[in-house]
């Protein structure tokens, strides 16, 4: 079956601009979580969507946004881009049965 | 901020035995991930232990201790290609996965 899938690979923006990524979830899962990975803090959880709703949030600003649409694939926006955002974005869909399984990520440069 | 702690790097050879710890804050635990990344890839599930006690699964075996707040991922009879980020994570309430910041093996011949 088809893994997780997030588009865009790399994304280049400059400071100031707004992204939004995509995450499509294994087929069936209904739970997609999101992550901010960077060389100083590892993987920082952003938030959970589950049936389109947002269930659980990290510590992160009101500039980091998601949402999840009936299929189950959720964006994640990212507005007034700083240069702290550059890292790569993973996203992993589960049934909600623990078995997490991550994207390959988007990796983003803010310059 | 992170309450998972992990060894930042290690070092082993071929055909050797690592052990890699973390311990993680006990309160609304519900479980422990080790998953396993290399570099420019996507982290990919290794275990996941709910109950204590140790889960074997061929060269990899993962323990916890759940009134302890602590867990090891024991990989024998190791390869080159085990070199990668190890990377711990407890299931919370409230959130989905919390991850320390990962253990870099670097394995050698």
């Known amino acids: 079956k088809a893994g997780v899938t997030q588009t865009p690979r790399y994304l280049i923006k400059t400071r100031g601009q707004q992204v939004t990524l995509s995450c499509s979830p294994i087929?069936?899962?209904?739970?997609v979580s999101w992550y901010q990975q960077t060389p100083g803090q590892g993987l920082q959880f952003l938030f959970e969507y589950f049936s389109e709703t947002q269930r659980n949030k990290g510590n992160f600003p009101g500039r980091f946004s998601g949402r999840q649409f009936s299929n189950s694939r959720s964006e994640m926006n990212v507005s007034t881009l700083e240069l702290g955002d550059s890292a790569l974005y993973l996203c992993a869909s589960s049934l909600g049965d623990h078995g997490y399984t991550f994207g390959s990520g988007t990796r983003l440069t803010v310059v | 901020g992170q309450n998972i702690d992990q060894p930042t790097e290690m070092t082993a050879t071929e055909g050797a035995i690592v052990q890699i710890n973390c311990t993680y804050q006990?309160?609304?635990?519900?479980?422990l991930f080790w998953y396993q990344q290399h570099a420019g890839e996507a982290p990919t599930f290794l275990s996941y232990?709910?109950?204590?006690g140790l889960e074997e699964k061929g060269r990899f075996s993962s323990f916890l201790s759940r009134s302890k707040g602590y867990s090891y991922l024991l990989l024998k009879e190791l390869q080159m290609k085990d070199s990668a980020s190890y990377l711990c994570?407890?299931?919370?309430?409230?959130?989905?996965?919390?991850f320390g910041k990962g253990t870099t093996l670097s394995v050698s011949s």
């Open positions: 994570a407890s299931e919370q309430a409230g959130t989905a996965l919390i």
């Open positions: 006990t309160s609304g635990f519900n479980g």
């Open positions: 232990n709910v109950l204590d």
């Open positions: 087929s069936g899962h209904r739970s």
